[in-house]
């Protein structure tokens, strides 16, 4: 049984600092890219960052860049939050994906003139919990 486990979430005023874990068990192979999705009340959720499964490619939306790290060690990942603003207050939701998979599927989109979906919009496997962040003006 696949298992994600998110940590860290808080309250904390504008400027400050979080650091979120998500630690992965069960996980079928090495395979598996990480990410972060948030969803704020009366928003969509929205991709925050990713991370491959060998931890060499990263991605982050614009709204955090400069100000949020991801980094893995295994199936463990952290999300680094910095310089946090009150619009980043939102359910953080840890997210597990088969990176082999999407990158065959791509391939093929790719092959047939299709664009591939952006990491955000892919099919996502796992899922965590989730935790509250909460960013204080």
């Known amino acids: 049984q696949v298992q994600l486990v998110e940590s860290g979430g808080g309250l904390v005023q504008a400027g400050g600092s979080l650091n979120l874990s998500c630690t992965a068990s069960?996980?079928?192979?090495?395979?598996?890219?990480m990410g972060w999705f948030r969803q704020a009340p009366g928003s969509e959720r929205e991709g925050v960052s990713f991370i491959s499964w060998n931890g060499g490619t990263t991605y982050y939306a614009d709204s955090v860049k400069g100000r949020f790290t991801i980094s893995r060690d295994n199936a463990k990942n952290t999300l680094q939050m910095n310089s946090l603003k009150p619009e980043d207050t939102a359910i953080y939701y840890c997210a597990a994906v088969d990176e082999r998979r999407v990158n065959k599927n791509n391939y093929r989109l790719r092959a047939g003139g299709t664009r591939p979906p952006a990491w955000f919009e892919w099919e996502w496997d796992y899922w965590g919990q989730g935790t509250q962040v909460t960013v204080s003006s």
């Open positions: 069960g996980l079928p192979s090495d395979d598996y890219a």
